[in-house]
């Protein structure tokens, strides 16, 4: 059977294993950009998951003229208004580290009580013609005072996920997948796969 093509609008190879897990055994076949010459680099454009998923997929779409997906994700604290929120990646400065941006969190909750959080990941597809499909998952938790578990990444050792009783960094990666934001938006996108083919080859 032959494949359709989606580029993920990442030069990121981890994401694009687990795009690859994702699609693992359907008619879909997921090219990173690295596998691309002469493609202009983007900046993130938006002012929400969402859109900024949206903008890296049209973005990637158009410039290669075939179908894009682009993800993106992140931390939104109550008592932070939300933050860091789109920032995530880059809380404490451009170039920051995991330890710098949870280093930054903690002394910004300092005296805080409503400590409620939520993970957010929105994922987007892109026909070259600019239509789009989106799929967004949310897990909400509580930021911890000091740092729990080893595994994971980012927020991870700080984001206690009651549910569980566990923070995101005591769980397994399948662990993980089953409750998280990403997991969640992916599953979701997933179960929507024979509408995205027809929707893509139309
Ligand atoms: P993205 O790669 O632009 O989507 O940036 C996501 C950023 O949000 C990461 O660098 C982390 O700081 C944070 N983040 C998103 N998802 C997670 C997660 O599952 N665990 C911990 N941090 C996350």
């Not at 409620?116 to 892109?126: D, G, L, Q, R, T």
């Not at 934001?181 to 929707?199: C, N, S």
Request: proline share 4%.
């Amino acid at each position: 059977m032959s494949k359709t093509v989606l580029v993920l609008a990442s030069r990121n190879k981890g994401k694009k294993r687990e795009f690859e897990l994702l699609f693992n055994g359907l008619p879909v076949e997921i090219k990173g950009l690295c596998e691309f010459q002469r493609i202009p680099e983007f900046e993130e454009e938006g002012s929400t998951f969402e859109e900024i998923a949206i903008n890296k997929a049209k973005f990637v779409s158009k410039a290669l003229d075939l179908p894009a997906i682009a993800d993106d994700s992140g931390l939104m604290v109550e008592a932070l208004n939300g933050a860091p929120g789109i920032f995530s990646a880059r809380y404490a400065g451009k170039l920051a580290t995991n330890g710098q941006n949870n280093r930054k969190l903690l002394k910004k909750m300092e005296g805080k009580e409503n400590r409620s959080a939520i993970f957010v990941c929105s994922i987007a597809i892109s026909k070259p013609t600019g239509q789009i499909l989106t799929y967004t998952g949310k897990c909400p938790g509580v930021i911890l005072h000091k740092p729990v578990g080893t595994s994971g990444f980012g927020y991870d050792p700080f984001f206690y996920y009651s549910p569980l009783g566990k923070t995101f960094a005591q769980l397994s990666v399948e662990e993980k997948n089953r409750v998280s934001h990403r997991g969640q938006a992916m599953r979701r996108l997933k179960d929507d796969f024979q509408k995205i083919l027809t929707w893509l080859e139309d």
